[in-house]
């Protein structure tokens, strides 16, 4: 098969890695890629927002299957247009992918169908929104309406934090027209589990659970990023919890889309607190979660072709869809000054052998004159796999130190927290 992945991440780096596993896979092209997926995958410099681009690149290299990865062009409605030409797809269309394009919608959609999720305020009036802030509680959580490059979210300590938050979005506008709407909700605490979960529209399966560390530093203080390390699986995530989130949120989820008019195919990412009062929603995603993918996807052990073709099939419940039982953990290595200003262009150096059981993701990484070098502030992800959860942290940061490039920074602290919980449930 030949097959087109959209994106230029890390997180399609591991995707990339996993289907090319497949026998079926022939080639894959990356619509954009980057320096560090060219070993994996034939980069072609086509952004992921350009859509008109894309789908002539589909037709002219007779793809067979295309994965579109990061929310933009899902969003914007890349797989219609494609499936229009005929080309089957990974990702929901444009219909469906709104569940996570806007806040308004997926809140709307929640209470309509009882789905636990925080409570909230919609506003489209900005005297109306800082008026309700006068006797809001806080802390309280000012959210965008739409995509705001994962930024849209703020955690307000104080009223006046919440109406600067609600001036820049409404007033402003700095997010654009994501912004035209804002969603104020409750505060809700409690340790958060990423679960990703393939869908046909009619089956949900759920991949093993993960934990993001979204804090540009360790004991998760500094700025929030998106994603500097992940670890699977999460210990908060027991059984149990996993049975209610299936019954109360996942199930439920899918059913609301399709009573909708709105079924979703593809990989559903359910953002949940565990809170006093239950497992409760604070995002719904359309795509991959990244850095989540790279821990996720490496322990998969089905193919991945077979399973991505089954949700565009509607043939998941027949699928196998399984996981290994060990643990995975990835440590990002970003520029100094992620996530606002940094400097790009210093060599990465790699370690002439990758060490055992781990895998290198590469995000903001071009290649230049037969050089790698750094292009983003996420630069790469170290994963290490293990059946031992220290282990895998302890290899993982291990393949770190053979990794080198100017201004590089990451935690230290990746699956710490995890470790401890699970030693307490021991
Ligand atoms: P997002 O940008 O949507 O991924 O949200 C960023 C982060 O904000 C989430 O991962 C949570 O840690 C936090 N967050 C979002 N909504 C709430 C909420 N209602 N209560 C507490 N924290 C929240
Ligand atoms: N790591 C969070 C996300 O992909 O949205």
Do not use: W
Request: aromatic fraction near 8%; hydrophobic fraction near 40%; charged fraction near 25%.
């Amino acid at each position: 098969m030949r097959i087109m992945v959209i994106g230029g991440g890390g997180r399609e780096h591991a995707i990339i890695k996993k289907l090319r596993q497949s026998p079926k896979v022939d080639i894959i092209y990356a619509l954009p890629g980057n320096g560090g997926i060219v070993k994996d995958a034939v980069c072609v410099d086509i952004s992921a927002k350009d859509i008109a681009a894309i789908v002539d690149f589909a037709k002219k290299n007779s793809i067979d299957f295309a994965v579109v990865a990061p929310d933009d062009p899902l969003v914007l409605g890349c797989i219609d247009e494609l499936e229009k030409t005929g080309i089957p797809c990974f990702g929901p269309n444009k219909d469906a992918a709104i569940i996570e394009g806007s806040k308004v919608f997926s809140k709307n959609l929640m209470k309509k169908y009882g789905i636990p999720t925080a409570s909230y305020e919609v506003f489209a009036d900005m005297t109306e929104a800082l008026a309700y802030l006068d006797t809001a509680p806080v802390p309280t959580v000012v959210k965008a309406d739409g995509l705001a490059l994962g930024k849209g979210v703020i955690i307000a300590q104080t009223r006046e934090e919440a109406k600067a938050a609600v001036r820049s979005m409404m007033e402003d506008r700095v997010f654009g027209e994501s912004g035209l709407q804002v969603v104020i909700e409750e505060y809700l605490e409690g340790p958060e589990v990423s679960v990703l979960s393939f869908t046909d529209g009619k089956t949900v399966v759920p991949m093993v659970s993960s934990m993001d560390h979204k804090r540009t530093h360790d004991n998760d203080e500094g700025l929030n990023t998106g994603g500097m390390g992940t670890v699977a699986p999460n210990p908060y995530y027991t059984d149990e919890i996993a049975a209610e989130c299936m019954k109360k949120i996942f199930v439920p989820t899918i059913n609301a889309m399709n009573a909708e008019g709105r079924t979703f195919r593809g990989c559903l990412y359910f953002g949940l607190m565990l809170t006093k009062g239950g497992p409760k929603v604070i995002e719904y995603n359309c795509r991959f979660g990244d850095p989540e993918t790279q821990v996720v996807l490496p322990l998969l052990e089905s193919d991945l072709v077979d399973i991505m073709l089954a949700t565009r099939n509607g043939t998941l419940s027949e699928t196998d869809v399984k996981f290994s039982s060990g643990y995975a953990c990835c440590v990002i290595m970003a520029s100094q000054g992620y996530p606002e200003k940094y400097e790009k262009g210093y060599e990465i150096l790699l370690p002439a052998q990758k060490p055992e059981d781990t895998e290198i993701y590469f995000a903001g990484a071009k290649l230049e004159n037969g050089k790698l070098l750094t292009n983003g502030g996420r630069v790469l992800g170290v994963t290490a796999k293990s059946g031992d959860f220290k282990t895998a942290i302890d290899k993982a940061y291990e393949a770190v130190k053979l990794v080198g490039f100017g201004n590089a920074f990451y935690r230290k602290d990746i699956g710490q927290r995890a470790l401890k919980a699970f030693k307490k449930e021991e």
